[in-house]
């Protein structure tokens, strides 16, 4: 009886992760309030540049914090749903982005924001047609998904917090392609 208290013990207490992929999708639709840090790599037509990223979701209201190395070129980029406020060194733009094309039209990024943050969990944005999906025949999570024409690619799921959540992915459309490393992810504790 001892050696069995003994054992069990040691057990994870977390959270399960789900068994199958309408569990885990529904799971993460839960997950509203999320930080996540890491880097980003953004390579389009015109441009290629790297930042370390720090992304804050709560609920509808996204904070983004992009910089360089040491710093330099830092932008951060807050939105509601219905505004995009861009803050780069003492330049400040507030753009409408109730309209889909006006985040490339205003600041030539053909980056799908609202759907980032849920690409980014690793599950399909809620507003946009799935036009395929793959799973990994194992785990049931997300390999493949492609959305508005995009393609998001998942490389690697760690754990956090009993949250099963990408740390590498690649996003890509036409000549913009991104690849995201996510080193931490922080979730409101259960």
């Known amino acids: 009886v001892l050696l069995l208290l003994a054992g069990c013990s ?3 207490t977390r959270e399960p992760v789900p068994d199958t992929w309408q569990d885990h999708n529904e799971h ?3 997950l509203q309030q999320w930080t996540a840090r890491g880097k980003m790599a953004v ?3 015109n441009a290629s540049e790297s930042a370390s990223l720090i992304w804050q979701q709560d609920d509808h209201n996204t904070h983004v914090q992009l910089s360089g190395p040491l710093g330099i070129g830092a932008t951060t980029i807050h939105s509601d749903g219905l505004e995009l406020e861009i803050h780069q060194g003492d330049e400040r733009r507030t ?6 094309d006006a ?5 030539g990024w053909d980056m799908p924001l609202q759907a980032l943050s849920y690409w980014l969990k690793g599950i399909p944005a809620p507003d946009a047609k799935v036009q395929r999906l793959e799973l990994d025949p194992k785990t049931q999570l997300l390999q493949s998904l492609w959305q508005n024409d995009w393609e998001i690619r998942y490389d690697r799921y760690e754990q956090f917090q009993g949250f ?13 392609r991104a690849k995201v490393i996510l080193l931490n992810w922080q979730t409101p504790e259960k």
């Not at 753009?95 to 889909?100: F, G, M, V, W």
């Not at 099963?164 to 913009?176: A, N, V, W």
């Open 95 to 100: 753009i409408d982005i109730s309209n889909p």
């Open 43 to 45: 390579r389009t037509a």
């Open 164 to 176: 099963t959540l990408p740390t590498r992915l690649k996003i890509q459309r036409g000549k913009t």
């Open 10 to 12: 040691g057990l994870d």
């Open 103 to 107: 985040i490339v039209t205003n600041t």
């Open 28 to 30: 993460l639709k839960l």
